[in-house]
C-alpha cells in the first residue's frame, strides 16, 4: 500500500482513506481486514476509498495503521481499468507443445537400447511437470501437480519408462483440453462486452447554426442530440426526440426481433438501427452507458469467487494429504511403487476448482445473452436459496406506463378528442410519463395538433401555453386549484367517481374554467400472474407485494395475482424495514424493483433485481439488472440460478464418487499408472463438457 491517513479517530473507532483502497472486491477484503485485525465490524467504501473499523475495546490506532500497511491488497484487486487486462488477454493460449514433446518421448524411447539414454529423454521430457511441481511444493506446499509430479518420478526411479511418459501425455493432454474449455468459458463472458462505438454524428452550434458533426463518443455531453441511421450502433443511452426506426436489440435483451422505436421511446447503446434514422437526446454517456456497465460487472464477474466455489476449493485441497497418505499405505500392504504412481495422479483437485468457476461463468453468459444481467457468481448462488420474493408493484407487477382509459369533458363546446389534442399538442414537447400517454393516446386516435405559443413548463406542477388568445393550463388540482384559482365547483362527484376507480387525474383548464379531465392508469402486466406462479413452482414459499395504495385496492390486486402477504399504505422508507425484517426472521429474500426510493431496499436484501426500466440508482444498486422489459425474465433467472446449482451439486458428487473409485482401483493395484491418468484426466474433462452445456431456462407454470 502506498499512502494511507487516519481520517478520524475515537476509542473504538478508526476511519482510514487511502486511493488504494479504489477497485478492490470489498465483500472479500472486509471479511479478510475482520479477521486479520480481530474487529467488531469492517465496512469500505472501495469508490472513495474509505475503511471504517470498530472493535470491542480501545485500540492503538498506530499498530492498526503498521498492520495495514502490510496487508497484501492486489489478490483483493477486481480488475485493471482496461477490459483486456482483466481479461488477461496478453497471456498466450493454451499450447499443444506439451503433448507433442511427451508423445515424442512416448513414441521414440522404446526404439532406444541405452537405459541411461532412455531416462534422459524421459526426464527431459517430463521436465516442465517436474520444475511445476517442485515450484509449488515450496510456493503452495502440497497441491495436485505436486503429486502428479510424484507419480511421473516413482515411475522414472523404477525405470518404467513407458508408465512415466504414458502418465505425462495424458496429463499434458488434459491439461490442455482444461485450459482450453477454461478459456472458452471466460470467452462466452467476455462476447457480452461489446466494442466501444468511437465515433458517432451529433448536433453541435456553429456561428449561430445548427449542423451536424463527427465526434469522438468521449466528447459527447448529456443533453447533446445524436443522430444514428441505418446500420449504426447507438452510442448513448436516451430518448428519441425525433425519428422512426428498426432496432436490434438482441445484442442487449436477447431478442432476435428488431423493435420499431419511436418520439419518446428509449433507446440503450450498443443496440443497433437496422432501418431508419433517428435523433436522440443522450441522457446516458461515456462510462454510464449500459454497454460500459455491463463491461464493469463483466470484468468482476470473470474472478468472483462463489460460497460452493470457495468449498469445493478447500475441500481439493483438504484431500491432497489424503491421496498421499493412500499412496504410502497402498506401499505399505503391496510393496508395489506402481501402485504409488498411479494413486499419487488419481487426485480430486483438477475437477473439483475447474467445474464450478465454469459452470457459473457459462450461465452468466446465457444470462447475459437472453436479457439478465447478473453481476457474479454470488448472486447467481444466492438466487437459487431465495424462497421470499417481495415486489415493488407499481413498475414491476405492473407495467410502469400510464394509459388514458378515459376522458370526461365539462363543456359541451368541447369534445373528448378535442381535449385530447389540446392537452397532447401542449405536453408533447416533453418526456413526463403523463405527457407520454397522452400524446400516445392522441396519435392513436388521429391526433390533430393545435396550434400555440411557447409553453411553460412548471415542476411538478404542469403546464400552461396560450391557444387563440386564451389561457391553457394543464396539471394537478393543486395547481389548477390553489395555484391558478380555478374552480372545480360543480364537477367533485364525477372527480369522486374517477378517484375510487384507482385512476390517476390530469386535469385541463381553459380560459381560466374547468374543461375536463383525463383519468390514466398503471396497467398490471399481462404476464405478471404467470411469472409469479411459475416462481412458487421454482421454491418460492412466499410472494410479498409494497404499495402505496389503499389496502382494500392492494388486497384486490393481490387475491387476483395469487400474492401472499400484502404491505399497503407504505412511505418509500418503509421497504427496506420490510425486507430487513423477513430477512430476520430467517428468510432468504429477494427484492424486485424499479425506482430511486427501492435502493435501499436493493442493497438490503439477499439479492436485489432492478426491472429494466428501473432508475439508475436503482440499477447500480441491484445484484441482478434486467435488460427487457419482461417481468419473466426474473423467472428465467431463477430457472438459471436453480439448475446452475443442481448442476454444480452433480458434478461435485460425480467428482468424489468416480475418483475415489479410481483411487480405489489405484490403490490395489487394478489400475495401471497410465490407465489410472487417462481415466483421471477423462472425468475432468467431462465434467466440464458438462458444465458448459447449455440450459433450458423456459417452463411453463403448469410444466
Known amino acids: 500500500m502506498q499512502s494511507l491517513s487516519l481520517a478520524h479517530q475515537s476509542t473504538r473507532r478508526l476511519r482510514f482513506v487511502s486511493p488504494d483502497f479504489r477497485g478492490l472486491d470489498s465483500y472479500e477484503l472486509t471479511h479478510a481486514l475482520k479477521t486479520e485485525l480481530e474487529a467488531k465490524t469492517v465496512r469500505m467504501n472501495a469508490k472513495l476509498g474509505s475503511l471504517i473499523l470498530m472493535f470491542e475495546e480501545p485500540v492503538d490506532a498506530a499498530q492498526i495503521k503498521e498492520r495495514l500497511l502490510r496487508f497484501n491488497l492486489d489478490a483483493y484487486r477486481v480488475c485493471d481499468t482496461e477490459l483486456n487486462a482483466c481479461f488477461h488477454d496478453t497471456q498466450e493460449p493454451p499450447s499443444m507443445r506439451g503433448i507433442a514433446r511427451a508423445s515424442s ?28 511441481g517442485v515450484q509449488e511444493l515450496f510456493s503452495e506446499g502440497l497441491t495436485s501437480k505436486v503429486l502428479e509430479a510424484m507419480a511421473v518420478s516413482v515411475s522414472l526411479a523404477r525405470g518404467d519408462y513407458s508408465a512415466a511418459n504414458g502418465t505425462n501425455v495424458m496429463l499434458e493432454i488434459g491439461e490442455y483440453i482444461e485450459e482450453s474449455m477454461v478459456q472458452k468459458s471466460d470467452d462466452l463472458i467476455k462476447e457480452l462486452a461489446k466494442p466501444n462505438v468511437e465515433e458517432a454524428w451529433v448536433e453541435v452550434e456553429v456561428e449561430g447554426n445548427v449542423t451536424q458533426k463527427r465526434l469522438p463518443t468521449e466528447q459527447i455531453k448529456i443533453g447533446d442530440i445524436v443522430i444514428v441511421g441505418a446500420g449504426d450502433t447507438v452510442p448513448v443511452d436516451g430518448h428519441i426526440v425525433d425519428g422512426t426506426a428498426s432496432i436490434n436489440q438482441v445484442s442487449m435483451t436477447g431478442e432476435a426481433e428488431p423493435v420499431r422505436k419511436e418520439r419518446g421511446h428509449r433507446v440503450i447503446s450498443g443496440t443497433v438501427v437496422e432501418a431508419g434514422r433517428i435523433r436522440i437526446w443522450a441522457e446516458h454517456v461515456g462510462s454510464d452507458t449500459a454497454t460500459e456497465r455491463i463491461k464493469h460487472y463483466i470484468k468482476s464477474s470473470l474472478d468472483e469467487k462463489s460460497a460452493i466455489g470457495l468449498k469445493a476449493t478447500r475441500l481439493a485441497d483438504k484431500l491432497v494429504p489424503i491421496t498421499l497418505g493412500l499412496a504410502g499405505l497402498s506401499y505399505a500392504i503391496r510393496r508395489d511403487m506402481a501402485s504409488v504412481a498411479a494413486v499419487l495422479q488419481a487426485d480430486y483437485s483438477c475437477a473439483l476448482k475447474l467445474a464450478t468457476p465454469v459452470a457459473f461463468k457459462n450461465s452468466l453468459s446465457i444470462a447475459g445473452r437472453e436479457g439478465v444481467l447478473i453481476k457474479g457468481a454470488k448472486a447467481l448462488e444466492q438466487l437459487s436459496h431465495v424462497d421470499t420474493f417481495v415486489f415493488d408493484k407499481t413498475g414491476t407487477l405492473t407495467r410502469g406506463e400510464l394509459e388514458v382509459v378515459g376522458i370526461h369533458s365539462f363543456s359541451p363546446q368541447w369534445s373528448e378528442e378535442a381535449i385530447l389534442n389540446l392537452t397532447a399538442s401542449a405536453e408533447e414537447h416533453y418526456f413526463h410519463p403523463v405527457a407520454e400517454a397522452v400524446v400516445k393516446a392522441a396519435k392513436e386516435r388521429g391526433f390533430v395538433h393545435m396550434h400555440h405559443e411557447e409553453v411553460e413548463f412548471i415542476v411538478a406542477h404542469g403546464v400552461k401555453t396560450q391557444i387563440n388568445g386564451k389561457e391553457v393550463i394543464i396539471g394537478s388540482r393543486h395547481f389548477l386549484e390553489d395555484d391558478e384559482q380555478v374552480s372545480f365547483e360543480g364537477h367533485q362527484a364525477m372527480i369522486d367517481r374517477c378517484m375510487q376507480d384507482g385512476k390517476i387525474l390530469l386535469y385541463i383548464a381553459y380560459d381560466k374554467k374547468l ?50 402477504t400484502v404491505y399497503a399504505k407504505l412511505m418509500p422508507t418503509d421497504k427496506s424495514r420490510i425486507v430487513e425484517s423477513l430477512k430476520q426472521s430467517g428468510k432468504t429474500v429477494a427484492f424486485v424493483g424499479d425506482g430511486i426510493n427501492d435502493a435501499p431496499a436493493l442493497m438490503n436484501a439477499h439479492v436485489g433485481i432492478s426491472m429494466y426500466k428501473g432508475a439508475d440508482i436503482a440499477k447500480a444498486t441491484a445484484d441482478i439488472s434486467l435488460l427487457k422489459d419482461d417481468i419473466e425474465a426474473v423467472v428465467e433467472a431463477k430457472i438459471l440460478a436453480n439448475k446452475t446449482m443442481e448442476r454444480i451439486h452433480a458434478n461435485f458428487n460425480a467428482t468424489v464418487g468416480i475418483n475415489s473409485v479410481i483411487l480405489a482401483g489405484a490403490a490395489t493395484g487394478l489400475l495401471s499408472p497410465i490407465a489410472t491418468a487417462i481415466l483421471h484426466n477423462g472425468t475432468t474433462i467431462g465434467l466440464l463438457l458438462n458444465s458448459m452445456q447449455k440450459i433450458k431456462r423456459r417452463v411453463s407454470a403448469d410444466s
Open 515 to 564: 374543461l375536463g379531465t383525463i383519468g390514466m392508469m398503471d396497467r398490471v402486466r399481462e404476464n405478471a400472474k404467470n411469472a409469479l406462479a411459475m416462481l412458487r413452482r421454482l421454491g418460492a414459499k412466499e410472494l410479498v407485494m409494497l404499495t402505496g395504495d389503499v389496502q382494500e385496492k392492494a388486497d384486490v390486486l393481490a387475491q387476483e395475482l395469487g400474492i401472499d
Open 105 to 132: 518421448a512416448l513414441l521414440f524411447q522404446p526404439f532406444i537400447p541405452q537405459p541411461n539414454l532412455k531416462l534422459a529423454i524421459s526426464a527431459l521430457a517430463s521436465l516442465p511437470l517436474l520444475q511445476k
